[in-house]
């Protein structure tokens, strides 16, 4: 099986990688086995070490692993390289605070002495998707190999130099041999991998039935799962927010990695009496955003990452319209040999619409209207997602009031969703369960051991 990197913005093959055979694999497994057994007895200061090494690499080389991204994938160059940055954070802050984290927590009880330990599980298995490839993959590294597990990489198939980027940069920071190794496999080997004694978890991030999927699997072998899936995030604009600031982050959120984010909001909440006033001024700033090559600095969006992903957009929009769904602002493709699409926005969406029901993963955004504050939240409610939103309101006390009554993993008053290695990520509902990130992230892929001592 060939597996193919393939530049969106061109079409052109970049290079192709034979996949790996099943003997390769069960090899690669067992090597992975075999470096646990002495990385789990390292010190938190000789792995914080190589994780600070990690991160200053990424900070060093962000313009050459940038390109790859881009090259593989399609967003901007100025993203790309921000994500790499990025994921020097996430390394050095597990690298300052995982020992923190994983101490030993004394508890009274009877006991002469009791306490909870937390230990390694073993050989963790990520499976990672296209639309951040490395942010993704460091934000389970970080955490995983500070706590003393060890990593294996099933990346999305079209960004095998991503995957490949990543395990050359975690064997120069210093890490040993096998710690951390990509996997050149397609998604029907994923099972075979679960099912495998040596994988003791599997994480991953991407699409409500892959990680159904993955939890089948995982539950049959009673294998640790965390899930991170879709999103259709609400955003929430009420009658006494800033529509200025709202309308810019609005299409900032909605035209994130060219609408294909997890959290990117998605579903747009408006407030009746200011409706129009702030699609006004929603639908200006969107019309405005250039595209063209992602590695020339003027470009604000590239290309969605793959042609057929922009013909399933395509798709759920002619849908949405065939069923009510009106345009404000027109887009999509300019033939059906691209991946690029032009951002559009639709308004009276309704139940029942792909782009009511369903995730939008690109460039479109679906306006609903609401009476009043109470009816944008049981509209934001309204959907088997509950991954992140946002609210935007100049009464604080208010946004924090009815943050807690939205359904969701993450709520932000007057600011953009976003992820930050210091507070946890993840939803509820159909966008999946446990945590990345955070102290709860790092805790997650541990055995945490209650000690008794009579």
């Not at 997602?385 to 993993?409: F, H």
Request: charge should be negative.
């Amino acid at each position: 099986m060939a597996i193919q990197s393939i530049n969106p913005a061109t079409g052109e093959v970049v290079k192709t990688f034979q996949a790996h055979t099943s003997e390769e694999v069960s090899q690669k497994l067992k090597a992975a086995n075999e470096a646990f057994r002495s990385w789990r007895n390292t010190s938190f200061e000789d792995r914080a070490k190589y994780m600070q090494r990690c991160a200053e690499m990424l900070e060093a080389q962000a313009e050459k692993y940038g390109r790859i991204i881009t090259l593989e994938m399609g967003k901007p160059l100025k993203d790309a390289i921000a994500e790499v940055k990025k994921c020097a954070t996430a390394c050095h802050y597990y690298a300052q605070h995982a020992a923190e984290f994983l101490k030993d927590e004394e508890v009274e009880t009877k006991a002469s002495r009791s306490l909870i330990a937390y230990e390694p599980l073993g050989v963790i298995l990520a499976v990672m998707p296209w639309n951040f490839p490395f942010w993704q993959v460091f934000r389970f590294v970080a955490p995983a190999l500070m706590a003393g597990n060890v990593g294996i990489l099933k990346h999305a198939s079209n960004v095998p130099q991503c995957a490949l980027a990543i395990e050359e940069i975690i064997r120069n920071a210093g890490f040993p041999e096998n710690v951390f190794q990509s996997l050149l496999v397609g998604s029907k080997e994923v099972d075979a991998i679960i099912e495998n004694d040596i994988v003791k978890a599997v994480t991953l991030t991407g699409s409500e039935a892959a990680g159904s999927k993955v939890a089948e699997k995982s539950g049959q072998q009673i294998k640790k799962t965390v899930l991170e899936l879709g999103g259709s995030d609400p955003f929430i604009v009420l009658h006494d927010a800033d529509l200025e600031e709202a309308a810019t982050f609005a299409v900032r959120s909605r035209m994130v990695n060219t609408g294909q984010s997890c959290i990117a909001a998605k579903r747009f909440i408006i407030v009746e009496s200011i409706a129009d006033a702030f699609l006004d001024r929603m639908k200006e700033k969107m019309a405005a955003l250039r595209t063209g090559n992602p590695l020339e600095e003027d470009c604000d969006y590239g290309p969605m990452a793959r042609k057929d992903l922009a013909e399933e957009l395509e798709k759920q929009v002619q849908e949405s319209i065939a069923k009510g769904a009106t345009i404000v602002l027109d887009g999509g493709r300019e033939g059906k040999d691209t991946a690029y699409f032009k951002p559009m926005i639709l308004k009276d969406v309704k139940p029942g619409t792909p782009a009511y029901d369903d995730e939008m993963f690109g460039p479109v955004a679906s306006v609903i209207i609401a009476k009043d504050e109470q009816e944008a939240i049981r509209i934001a409610n309204d959907h088997r997602y509950g991954l992140a939103g946002s609210i935007w309101t100049n009464d604080k006390e208010r946004g924090l009031k009815l943050a807690r009554q939205i359904e969701s993993g993450a709520v932000f008053v007057n600011a953009m969703v976003a992820s930050s290695p210091e507070m946890p990520f993840g939803g509820i509902k159909k966008s999946g369960y446990g945590r990345e990130l955070s102290y709860i992230g790092i805790r997650e892929f541990v055995n945490q051991k209650s000690i008794w001592i009579g």
